[in-house]
Antibody
């Protein structure tokens, strides 16, 4: 059974930093792309970042460029999201999602999602 | 940047057919996915590559995509199908989500 378990969320002051983790199990982690998607309270889904199976290529939404960094440790079956310069607009539940193959290609999709971890930005 | 537009809400009577649209420029040239999200839960993939259903998704869920519009159709809608539905496509290797449609079964 595929499982994605996010952790690391919590309360952080404006301008602060936080590192989210997503521990994966139930599949061969090293051959799938991984993604972060967020959802502000009462709002829709919003793409954050992606990383290829080998960790060589990352993509980011425009609004997180230079502030967030995605990475992965295939030996630990874990993907990370390092977030910095956090503002109220970053308050959201952050979901980790598994891609359908190693990297984006025509027909690619997100087939499993974790339960999410809540990030609250407040002083 | 690429945008996907969905109606904020759709209502349907139990047993009837619900259709949720997703519009984007030349969307038919891309593959579209659909996710179901119930309150307090994570999104669940219900349609991928325009028309395919993952294992475990009921046959009453179907999809199509042509021109500028993708459509999620739920035939014989049940109360358990009440949820938010999001379409999603890829643009320049990044995911783009529609704003979501709240499906009410009444």
């Amino acid at each position: 059974e595929v499982q994605l378990v996010e952790s690391g969320g919590g309360l952080v002051p404006p301008g602060g930093s936080l590192r989210l983790s997503c521990a994966a199990s139930g599949f061969t982690f090293s051959i799938y792309g991984m993604h972060w998607v967020r959802q502000a309270p009462g709002k829709g889904l919003e793409y954050v970042s992606s990383i290829t199976s080998d960790g060589d290529t990352a993509h980011y939404a425009n609004y997180v460029w230079g502030r967030f960094t995605i990475s992965r440790d295939n030996s630990r079956n874990t993907v990370y999201l390092q977030m910095g310069s956090l503002g109220p607009e970053d308050m959201a539940v952050y979901y980790c999602a598994k891609g359908s193959s190693g990297s984006y290609s025509l027909g690619y999709y997100l087939d499993y999602w974790g339960q999410g971890t809540l990030v609250t930005v407040s002083s | 940047s690429y945008e996907l537009t969905q109606p904020p809400s759709v209502s349907v009577s139990p047993g009837q057919t619900a259709s949720i649209t997703c519009s984007g420029d030349k969307l038919g040239n891309k593959y579209t996915c659909w996710y179901q999200q119930k309150p307090g839960q994570s999104p669940v993939l219900v349609i991928y590559q325009d028309t395919k259903r993952p294992s475990g998704i009921p046959e009453r869920f179907s999809g199509s995509n042509s021109g500028n519009t993708a459509t999620l159709t739920i035939s014989g809608t049940q109360a358990m199908d009440e949820a938010d539905y999001y379409c999603q496509a890829w643009d320049s290797s990044t995911a783009v989500f529609g704003g979501g449609t709240k499906l009410t079964v009444l």
